[in-house]
């Protein structure tokens, strides 16, 4: 007698049948990860690369457009005009290979004049007399008073002309105020034409003023001129040398209104 035919569990052959043709449950889970990890690299891409070109089209993509709407790269590159994003700013002494500072990063744009300032001090061989300085108001170019002024005179010297000559090709490109500042030691002077240290500090300042102004046509609404006499020093008046240091013309490069912490602006 043949044996009994086996039959499986009723549920089980329901189930068989209500799934009949369909994708097993792996694969929902396998596309799944697929797409977790296609996501991974994708930011991996965008946070490796420096570029915020890339990374908003990276954001974009999530509003419609970009790799989650089928696009035919993962990030489409784009040109500056399209994302008005500034062009990278470099410095040479030249006035051709100068871009105009204007365009600088708006994110933190004296951090590119520094770096343009520096390159062009370095290009013209003016590093070694004039010093660079970043600052919270803006960035400060040191000048040796030996170099601009004989002692206790505002007359500026042939060799102050020829470096002014050369820093007014950097200065003309600038978007910002500049502040033409003189500083003395603290030995007093009592002069016809300079009755103390204020009246000296401060024409040696404007004589810096109008001679890129008068003499290199540079923009006098963008330049003040200001004299701090022996009031500002930068390491104290003990020495012949600390003097040295502290008989100097600044000029700086204004990043903020000064008086903004007052006028609550």
Do not use: C
Not at 55 to 75: C, K
Not at 117 to 131: I, R
Not at 190 to 210: D, I
Not at 231 to 259: C, G, Q, T, W, Y
């Amino acid at each position: 007698m043949p044996a009994p035919e086996r039959r499986g569990h009723p549920l089980r052959r329901r189930r068989q049948q209500e799934r009949g043709g369909g994708v097993d449950e792996w694969i929902v889970t396998y596309s799944d990860l697929v797409t977790l990890l296609l996501t991974f690299f994708i930011l991996l891409y965008s946070f490796s690369v420096i570029d915020i070109v890339k990374f908003r089209a990276f954001i974009t993509s999530f509003q419609g457009s970009g790799v989650l709407d089928w696009s035919s790269s993962p990030l489409q590159e784009r040109s500056p005009q399209d994302t008005q994003q500034p062009t990278e700013v470099t410095a040479t002494p030249s006035e051709q290979e100068i871009p105009e500072l204007e365009q600088v990063n708006q994110v933190n744009p004296l951090v590119e004049v520094y770096l343009a300032v520096q390159d062009f001090l370095q290009e013209s061989g003016l590093d070694n007399l004039v010093e660079v300085r970043y600052e919270d108001r803006g960035i400060a170019l040191d000048i040796k008073d030996r170099v601009l002024f004989d002692s206790g005179k505002a007359d500026l010297r042939p060799e102050a002309r020829q470096l002014l000559n050369k820093l007014s090709e950097l200065l003309k490109r600038l978007p910002y105020q500049i502040s033409v500042e003189g500083h003395t030691d603290n030995r007093p002077i009592n002069t016809q034409e300079f009755p103390s240290n204020w009246e000296l500090s401060a024409a040696r300042a404007v004589r810096v003023v109008r001679y890129l102004v008068e003499h290199q046509g540079l923009d006098p609404r963008h330049f003040a001129a200001v004299g701090y006499g022996e009031h500002k020093p930068v390491v104290p008046n003990d020495s012949l040398e600390n003097m040295a240091l502290n008989r100097r013309v600044v000029i700086m490069i204004i990043a903020r209104n000064p008086f903004a912490d007052e006028l609550n602006l």
